[in-house]
């Protein structure tokens, strides 16, 4: 048997005291009574949150504009999703990230039963000649859909020296790409008054830029390409906003722009 010293030491540290053998321990009525009352809530929530009534029956899709609706209609089909508590968005998420059309998800539980579901598309900034049609790119130079007709995306046409390999969704890691769809992108969203219809990129990184009115204007390497923009606004406002009377423009001489004016 422990003595006094001994028993007294163990309480002070934090110990058990000794059971003796045959010895009853007694829980306090208080215990069980909390213990009682917290399994009971942790049935009660769990049965509530289970029932039919939490049951997803609405899906509120925002933001979608040409992610195909075969996709929306597959992954966030409400007799698929089941309970709005149990379900992983973290899936959902993931399974809509893997169309190239949709560059982030964010989703909301709405109770009792509806899902919202706001889509931010990825933005395409041009459309890339293939050999038997176009394939939508991002300003990242994403190949995010092959399609026929451009009429509905208000892109310019992209073409290249040569065929690029296209894997939608993967990046296209050839050289000047990238930079040729970021440079595609700042000429469309600048304050230029001329729309851009047609980019060109040679094998050696030039780029050349078609508008709507035939206007040529060669920007050469995709360097300072803002210093080139502003410059180009200036010679616009020399002109006194007219550019019709003029053939091309010039702006890959290290120097001096060079202006070709159409003969009358």
Avoid at 50 to 71: A, D, M, W
Avoid at 235 to 256: N, R, T, V, W
Wanted: include cysteine; charged fraction near 20%; proline fraction near 6%.
């Amino acid at each position: 048997m422990f003595s006094p010293v001994k028993q007294r030491a163990t309480y002070l540290s934090g110990g058990f005291p000794p059971v003796q053998k045959g010895q009853v321990i007694k829980i306090p009525s208080k215990t069980i009574l909390t213990i009682a009352i917290s399994i009971l809530v942790i049935v009660s929530v769990w049965s509530i949150a289970l029932s039919p009534y939490f049951r997803i029956t609405e899906v509120v899709v925002k933001g979608q504009y040409f992610c195909p609706l075969s996709l929306i209609d597959e992954v966030l089909d409400p007799n698929r999703l089941g309970n709005i508590f149990t379900l992983s968005t973290r899936k959902v998420k993931q399974r809509l990230l893997q169309n190239p059309w949709i560059d982030s998800v964010k989703i909301k539980r709405k109770l009792p039963n509806t899902l919202e579901v706001v889509i931010n598309e990825a933005v395409p900034v041009a459309a890339l000649a293939t050999g038997d049609g176009f394939c939508l790119i991002s300003e990242e130079a994403v190949p995010i859909q092959t399609v026929e007709q451009l009429s509905k995306y208000g892109v310019p046409v992209f073409t290249t020296s040569h065929l690029v390999p296209l894997h939608e969704g993967k990046r296209i890691d050839l050289p000047f790409i990238t930079e040729a769809a970021r440079a595609i992108a700042t000429i469309r969203y600048s304050e230029l008054p001329v729309e851009l219809s047609q980019a060109h990129l040679s094998a050696d990184g030039q780029l050349t830029c078609f508008f709507k009115g035939g206007l040529k204007v060669s920007f050469g390497e995709m360097v300072d390409l803002p210093a080139k923009l502003r410059l180009l606004l200036v010679i616009f406002s020399e002109e006194g906003g007219e550019f019709d009377h003029i053939d091309s423009i010039s702006l890959a001489e290290e120097k001096a722009p060079v202006v070709m004016y159409k003969l009358n």
